[in-house]
Each structure stands twice: as C-alpha cells, then as structure tokens.
C-alpha cells in the first residue's frame, strides 16, 4: 500500500447473543430444542461459546449453521429491500394470517415465519389466490395485528462447526470454538437438550 493508504480489520467487538423465540420479546436462552434467529457474522475472525446450566446431568448439542443469502439471514421479502418485515394479523388458535397492510407477496409459501405470536418454527402452507391470506403450518397462539418476518431457509449442510455439552454444572457444561471462514449469517441450532431446568446460552464474538 502507498503512503497514504490505510487499511483497518474489524475485530475485537463485544459478543452478542443468539435471539430465540420472535423479535418482540427476544429470548438470550433456550430450555428446549429450537432454531436462532440468524445473526450477521461481520468479521472473518469469530469466536462461539455456548454453556448451559441446570442441575443434575446436563446435555445439548449446538450446530452452527451459515448462508450468505440475504433472504435467509434478514427475513427479507423482497431482493433489496430496505426494512424487513410485513404487517399480519394473527388469531389465536388459527392457522390463516391476514395481510394487514394488503395482499402477501407471492412466493412466500415453504418460507419460516417469525413473529409474535408465531411459534418458532412455523412455516408458510400456502398463499391465498389473491395473496389476502395465508396458512401456517400451525395455529397462532395470540390474536394480534404484528410484524412478522419470513426467512427462507437456504442454510448450508455442512455446518460451520458443533458444540456438544455433557456433564454436570459447571463441568463440562460449557464449550466453544474459533474460525476463519467468512460466512454473511450464522444461526445456532439447539438439540438434545436434556437435564432438570437444563438452559442452553449461545454466544458470538468477532
């Protein structure tokens, strides 16, 4: 580089937290098997830990999954655009969201959805013809008019790297690993928790 050139790196910020359950009321823990929200990996260097507490014998597993797909890490509807999110209204018990603010995109169907009042995991059924609802793949637990997110689901199948914690707090309870590999998004996806009150905490640092 030339004199007056500079180069930084990025590096060194303060850990954040994997988000489970919906954007409103963000869970920092999960006490059953369940899918983050996926969180933007700005620097090459990153760091993961995850621990969980409890008492008696504890386990989970924890896979870290990545994309570099927009639509699968910001819950974007459209290519480009510039807030993520579509107004529905929600009914407690049932499976048909309606579009608040007008019709539903199309191509919206196989989609997760995540929002209040929408069960981790859910997603979209089907797309009325017209797009003024559409049909989960489970009921809605409240009725309310909310933003919802829709992410598509195109996560690698070789995951960026796996935590498994056995033991009894606080040995072997907590674990983690480093890596180069520059992915845009990562999610944390929890499984085989077992153990009495057994909370699983999943961080990343860059």
């Known amino acids: 580089m030339g004199a ?8 060194g910020e303060q850990p954040r937290s994997f988000i ?23 620097s090459v260097f990153s760091t993961f830990q995850a621990w969980i507490k409890g008492t008696g014998a504890l386990t989970a597993t924890i896979n870290f999954d990545v994309s570099n797909d927009d639509l699968t890490g910001r819950g974007w509807v459209f290519d480009n655009r510039n807030a993520p999110g579509i107004l529905v209204t929600t009914t407690n018990a049932s499976a048909t969201l309606t579009a608040a603010g007008g019709n539903f995109p199309s191509g919206l169907t196989g989609l997760e959805v995540r929002g209040p009042g929408i069960t981790p995991g859910t997603t979209v059924s089907s797309v009325a013809a017209g797009g003024a609802t559409l049909t989960l793949s489970g009921n809605a637990t409240a009725s309310a008019t909310v933003q919802a997110n829709f992410y598509d689901q195109n996560w690698c199948t070789t995951v960026l790297g796996t935590i498994t ?42």
């Open 165 to 206: 914690l056995s033991g009894t707090y606080p040995t072997g309870t907590s674990d983690g690993f480093t890596t180069t590999a520059p992915w845009r998004y990562v999610r944390a996806r929890v499984s085989n928790i077992t153990g009495t009150g057994c909370t699983c905490y999943v961080f990343m640092g860059c």
């Open 4 to 11: 007056s050139q500079a180069m930084y790196i990025k590096s």
């Open 20 to 42: 489970f359950g919906n954007q409103t009321v963000p869970l920092l823990s999960i006490t059953t098997n369940q899918n983050s929200l996926p969180l933007y990996k700005e």
